[in-house]
């Protein structure tokens, strides 16, 4: 029944295990007025000292700000007071991928808004099962949102994992909606409700900031720095997402930015705009990486 044999079962399992032991040491390390390139370099250390790889960058996005912002090099920036942190944290072995999220709330206004997204992710991995309609799932979710009196982000989505894939393909909505996906059973799947307030717009838009790249496809590039470059994002992230400061040392210093300059320029390698609640809304999520069953799901994270 499922794609994945016993061996490769084994490499989720103990790829959810690093992440979630990672993510409780985590919990208890953010602070307020802490940098922002101290959260994500910690969480991307705990991953590689319990033996894993860090799947993507730590994601640390504040308030508003919904998903994708890591770190660029030399990051100034500090956790705010009384911000909303969340940190997304993803872990492969051997290319197996599981990813799970966390809010920090150091706003109490905000504590029953963190509470919404992880009681709505309880509520999606107690009903799921193999053969469950991803629309049912998005009902779920928003259901358990709203009740709490609380929006959820309507375009941003679970999604099926693989090897040395993040999207794999299925999305998993956190609203209702017409379509006829499926989860399958031997599958696996992050569930990740996004949590907002109910005056929001309750969707997020690209900002213009990028943080977060991935290789596309190798270009031939004529300058030899720029060559070298692609080929050490080729070696170490293949089609996995990474961020800037993940290539010191890749190339020497003064020729870094000309060299990946370039890489964007041809289009070898493509950024992930971070992601902004259209009315500046605080955002909150949760998340887990399940197994499918046919009766049910393990929960990997
Ligand atoms: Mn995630
Ligand atoms: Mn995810």
Same mark, same amino acid.
């Given at each position: 029944?499922?794609?994945?044999?016993?061996?490769?079962?084994?490499?989720?399992?103990?790829?959810?295990?690093?992440?979630?032991?990672?993510?409780?040491?985590?919990?208890?390390?953010?602070?307020?007025?802490?940098?922002?390139?101290?959260?994500?370099?910690?969480?991307?250390?705990?991953?590689?000292?319990?033996?894993?790889?860090?799947?993507?960058?730590?994601?640390?996005?504040?308030?508003?700000?919904?998903? /994708?912002?890591?770190?660029?090099?030399?990051?100034?920036?500090?956790?705010?007071?009384?911000?909303?942190?969340?940190?997304?944290?993803?872990?492969?072995?051997?290319?197996?991928?599981?990813?799970?999220?966390?809010?920090?709330? +150091?706003?109490?206004?905000?504590?029953?808004?963190?509470?919404?997204?992880? /009681?709505?992710?309880?509520?999606?991995?107690?009903?799921?099962?193999?053969?469950?309609?991803?629309?049912?799932?998005?009902?779920?979710?928003?259901?358990?949102?709203?009740?709490?009196?609380?929006?959820?982000?309507?375009?941003?989505?679970? $999604?099926?994992?693989?090897?040395?894939?993040?999207?794999?393909?299925?999305?998993?909505?956190?609203?209702?909606?017409?379509?006829?996906?499926?989860?399958?059973?031997?599958?696996?799947?992050?569930?990740?409700? +996004?949590?907002?307030?109910?005056?929001?717009?309750?969707?997020?838009?690209?900002?213009?900031?990028?943080?977060?790249?991935?290789?596309?496809?190798?270009?031939?590039?004529?300058?030899?720095?720029?060559?070298?470059?692609?080929?050490?994002?080729?070696?170490?992230?293949?089609?996995?997402?990474?961020?800037?400061?993940?290539?010191?040392?890749?190339?020497?210093?003064?020729? $870094?930015?000309?060299? +990946?300059?370039?890489?964007?320029?041809?289009?070898?390698?493509?950024?992930?705009?971070?992601?902004?609640?259209?009315?500046?809304?605080?955002?909150?999520?949760?998340? $887990?990486?399940?197994?499918?069953?046919?009766?049910?799901?393990?929960?990997?994270?």
């Amino acid at each position: 029944m499922s794609q994945y044999d016993k061996e490769a079962l084994e490499k989720f399992r103990l790829s959810g295990k690093i992440l979630r032991e990672s993510r409780e040491e985590m919990r208890n390390f953010v602070r307020e007025d802490m940098p922002i390139i101290q959260v994500c370099e910690k969480a991307e250390s705990l991953i590689r000292e319990k033996g894993g790889k860090p799947a993507f960058p730590c994601n640390v996005s504040i308030n508003e700000v919904a998903a /994708h912002y890591t770190s660029p090099p030399n990051d100034k920036r500090k956790i705010p007071e009384k911000a909303v942190v969340k940190v997304d944290m993803g872990v492969h072995v051997d290319g197996y991928v599981t990813d799970t999220a966390f809010t920090a709330c +150091f706003n109490p206004e905000y504590s029953s808004m963190q509470s919404a997204a992880e /009681h709505a992710l309880t509520a999606a991995i107690e009903s799921i099962h193999g053969d469950m309609a991803t629309s049912q799932i998005g009902l779920i979710i928003e259901r358990t949102i709203k009740n709490r009196g609380f929006k959820p982000i309507s375009n941003l989505t679970g $999604h099926s994992v693989g090897r040395y894939l993040i999207h794999a393909g299925t999305s998993i909505p956190n609203v209702m909606q017409l379509s006829f996906g499926k989860v399958k059973a031997g599958e696996v799947y992050a569930i990740e409700p +996004f949590v907002t307030l109910p005056d929001a717009v309750g969707r997020v838009d690209n900002s213009p900031e990028v943080t977060i790249f991935r290789l596309v496809k190798a270009k031939a590039v004529k300058n030899p720095y720029t060559k070298q470059l692609l080929k050490y994002i080729e070696d170490n992230f293949r089609t996995l997402p990474f961020a800037e400061r993940w290539l010191k040392g890749a190339v020497p210093e003064d020729r $870094h930015r000309d060299a +990946f300059k370039e890489l964007l320029r041809c289009k070898a390698v493509m950024g992930y705009p971070v992601f902004v609640e259209v009315s500046r809304k605080p955002v909150t999520q949760a998340e $887990h990486t399940l197994l499918i069953k046919e009766d049910g799901c393990e929960v990997l994270t």
